[in-house]
T-cell receptor
Framework: EPEVTQTPSHQVTQMGQEVILRCVPISNHLYFYWYRQILGQKVEFLVSFYNNEISEKSEIFDDQFSVERPDGSNFTLKIRSTKLEDSAMYFC????????????FGDGTRLSIL | EDKVVQSPLSLVVHEGDTVTLNCSYEVTNFRSLLWYKQEKKAPTFLFMLTSSGIEKKSGRLSSILDKKELFSILNITATQTGDSAVYLCAVASGYGQNFVFGPGTRLSVLP
């Protein structure tokens, strides 16, 4: 069964550095998402992406964050000038596009900011 | 502000027990409600509910939605230790692509 893949599985970065988290959504999916889950807390929506542009973003997704689909397969989340509180599990998800289709999640990237 | 509430937040049962997990929501322009199971990593999809009163079943799991009372339940019968996980409820609302997640119910099934 096709799946969403994320790399790396764990990223350790010094505070203030930039990180890029990578995702390969399921190939025929049209909607892409990033979520964040701080340890012990709930899954929080960051951003959705469709037709090469952001369709919706949360208050968390400020100027520190950006997303890109640099080619036909990858979907990236860039976090500039990382802070300690950016430490979390970041999940990528994709959806086929029909409103009755669910999102499918990748295994996540655990980001640790030191 | 859209809100999804789950109860209980934590539940410990023994193998063979039946459990009912609850999810209530307050959202604008409800579109669908989804249940996910989260073990170590990625939430895995269980059910998507869009219409009231239609039960979805998959093996020992079943779920139903009540759009009038704004809640859903997830039932697990004859629980097994492999059912131990966090069960997440998420609601899609409005005209955007945002899915709002509840805090999850942590289910522990003891042998």
């Amino acid at each position: 069964e096709p799946e969403v893949t994320q790399t790396p599985s764990h990223q350790v970065t010094q505070m203030g550095q930039e990180v890029i988290l990578r995702c390969v959504p399921i190939s025929n999916h049209l909607y892409f998402y990033w979520y964040r889950q701080i340890l012990g807390q709930k899954v929080e929506f960051l951003v959705s992406f469709y037709n090469n542009e952001i369709s919706e973003k949360s208050e968390i997704f400020d100027d520190q964050f950006s997303v890109e689909r640099p080619d036909g397969s990858n979907f990236t989340l860039k976090i500039r000038s990382t802070k300690l509180e950016d430490s979390a599990m970041y999940f990528c998800a994709s959806r086929q596009g029909y409103s009755n289709q669910p999102q499918h999640f990748g295994d996540g990237t655990r980001l640790s900011i030191l | 502000e859209d809100k999804v509430v789950q109860s209980p937040l934590s539940l410990v049962v023994h193998e063979g027990d039946t459990v009912t997990l609850n999810c209530s929501y307050e959202v604008t322009n409800f579109r669908s409600l989804l249940w996910y199971k989260q073990e170590k990593k990625a939430p895995t999809f269980l059910f998507m509910l869009t219409s009231s009163g239609i039960e979805k079943k998959s093996g020992r799991l079943s779920s139903i939605l009540d759009k009038k009372e704004l809640f859903s339940i997830l039932n697990i019968t004859a629980t097994q230790t492999g059912d131990s996980a966090v069960y997440l409820c998420a609601v899609a609302s409005g005209y955007g692509q945002n899915f709002v997640f509840g805090p999850g119910t942590r289910l522990s099934v003891l042998p």
